[in-house]
């Protein structure tokens, strides 16, 4: 395939990995990013990964006239919108700020694509717009609602990108909910690399093991789960990132417009990652037992049959493969990029 696909939020964890894989799938890839949580070193390093090149622009998705100036001058097939901000404690507390950048950033995008003649999208949704789930494994038909601004701000342009496929057959919309990425690409040349102290599971093990924060706080031993701790559905990022390219082969492919899980169907307890974790790095992590964090769930895992029916996509990397790449990230890249 050798169209070209604008991929915003590029130089992020997700769209950095998505990018290799659409590059050895034979893509164009325009990049663009506004650095609010990454490094322009990503786009370096994909680039040694693939032995492709990509362009890359710093704007940012609410910027409409630097959007237009851009696809004024590249003749774009498709979008690939990652850019937003994903922190849901931060989400809290800035609300605003998460609807502006998620909402009106997607508001923008679609509006200038539109212009443009583009009508093929995919969108990176999250398992968040599940909330607490009534059963697992969650089918894509389940009960929608959040609990928190990030999450609504997912909601809210779910619902917008169901309005405009309604209201515009012609548009072709694939929208992504990822349960929990995890791991690295294989090289140890990307991975993720949060600012500050991560939110996330599996990065907050990663730093704990590399020396850099003391212990692993467990948020709760009393879920109805196997051992007490939370369960959830770590994907491997570059599964994750192989979907997108099943999912654009899909747009491409049939006119019709869909939505999917992009998870394993698995669940992993809190103690079973950190038992993972273990083996891969080689030492003991630390873990002390707090309370449950405000608005957590027990049980959260995808149900992937729709995304293997339609996308002919599985998630196919082992839990093991996902905690030794993010190890390999981590040990190779303590201070990140
Ligand atoms: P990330 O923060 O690493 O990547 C997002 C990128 O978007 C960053 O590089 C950031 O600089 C950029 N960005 C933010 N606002 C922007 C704006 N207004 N204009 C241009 N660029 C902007 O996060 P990620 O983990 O790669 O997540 C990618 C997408 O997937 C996000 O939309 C996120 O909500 C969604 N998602 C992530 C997870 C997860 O756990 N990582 C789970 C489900 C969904
Ligand atoms: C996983 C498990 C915690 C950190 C969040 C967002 C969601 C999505 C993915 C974007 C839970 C436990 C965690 C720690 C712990 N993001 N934990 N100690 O909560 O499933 O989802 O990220 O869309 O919207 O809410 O992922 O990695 O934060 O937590 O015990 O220091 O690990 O309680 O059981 P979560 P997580």
């Known amino acids: 395939m050798s169209d070209t696909l604008l991929v915003t939020g590029a130089s992020g964890y997700i769209g950095s990995h998505t990018c290799v894989c659409l590059l050895q799938a034979g893509w164009h890839v325009i990049a663009i990013d506004n650095l609010s949580n990454s490094s322009p070193r990503t786009i370096e390093r994909i680039q040694e990964i693939t032995g492709r090149s990509v362009p890359f622009h ?27 901000l994903k922190s849901v404690s931060e989400s809290v507390n800035k609300p605003l700020t998460y609807f502006d950048n998620n909402v009106n950033g997607s508001i923008t995008l679609l509006k200038v694509l539109h212009q443009q003649g583009v009508r093929k ?3 990176s949704s999250s398992a968040t717009v599940y909330g607490d789930p009534k059963k697992v494994p969650i089918q894509e038909d389940a009960s929608l609602s959040a609990t928190n601004p990030y999450g609504r701000s997912k909601l809210f342009v779910e619902q917008i990108l169901n309005d405009l496929s309604q209201a515009d057959p012609e548009w072709r919309i694939a929208t992504l909910r990822y349960f ?10 990307l991975g993720e690399d949060p600012r ?9 093990i990663a730093q704990v093991a590399v020396g850099k924060l003391p212990h692993l706080s467990v948020f709760g031993n009393d879920y109805p ?3 007490g701790t939370g369960v959830r559905d770590y994907i491997h990022v570059m599964d994750l990132a192989q979907g997108h390219v099943s999912a654009l082969n899909r747009l491409f492919a049939k ?32 873990i002390q037992v707090a309370p449950r964090r405000p608005g957590d769930i ?8 729709k995304a293997r029916e339609l996308l002919n996509w599985q998630a196919n ?13 981590q040990s190779h890249n303590p201070n990140g990029y």
């Open 58 to 84: 710093t704007i940012d998705v609410r910027d409409e006239s630097a959007l237009t100036r851009l696809l004024n001058q590249e003749n774009i097939s498709a979008a690939i919108h990652f850019a937003g």
């Open 121 to 123: 999208l995919v969108f």
């Open 180 to 189: 929990n990425p995890a791991g690295a690409h294989e090289s140890g040349l």
């Open 196 to 204: 500050g102290i991560p939110n996330n599971l599996m990065p907050y």
């Open 225 to 227: 789960t196997t051992d």
């Open 255 to 286: 006119p019709e417009s869909f939505t999917v899980n992009l998870g394993t169907g698995q669940g992993i307890t809190v103690l079973e990652a950190v038992a993972a974790f273990e083996q891969a790095c080689g030492s003991h992590i630390p």
């Open 298 to 305: 027990a049980t959260c895992y995808a149900s992937a049959d």
């Open 317 to 329: 990397k082992t839990l093991d493969q996902m905690v030794d790449d993010h190890w390999r990230w």
